[in-house]
């Protein structure tokens, strides 16, 4: 993903030297791009609780549990 953001902002940085954006629209994409970098950062910390929260559960079979629990 750190690469289709990089790509997409060199692509504004492109079109705002060209002089092909108005203030509008370079409003809208800084906007937009300072959006998609802190849903990128939230993304990846709940990645990674997600990965943190799935490695503390229990690995045992669901036999050998259900043994245990008897």
Same mark, same amino acid.
């Given at each position: 993903?750190?690469?289709?953001?990089?790509?997409?902002?060199?692509?504004?940085?492109?079109?705002? *030297?060209?002089?092909?954006?108005?203030?509008?629209?370079?409003?809208?994409?800084?906007?937009?791009?300072?959006?998609?970098?802190? !849903?990128?950062?939230?993304?990846?910390? !709940?990645?990674?609780?997600?990965? *943190?929260?799935?490695?503390?559960?229990?690995?045992?079979?669901? *036999?050998?549990?259900?043994?245990?629990?008897?």
């Amino acid at each position: 993903m750190n690469e289709v953001l990089t790509s997409l902002k060199q692509r504004y940085e492109d079109l705002n *030297k060209a002089g092909k954006l108005d203030d509008a629209a370079q409003a809208l994409f800084t906007e937009l791009l300072t959006e998609a970098e802190r !849903l990128q950062a939230s993304n990846l910390t !709940l990645r990674r609780t997600i990965l *943190k929260s799935s490695s503390k559960e229990s690995r045992m079979s669901t *036999k050998l549990r259900d043994a245990l629990y008897e």
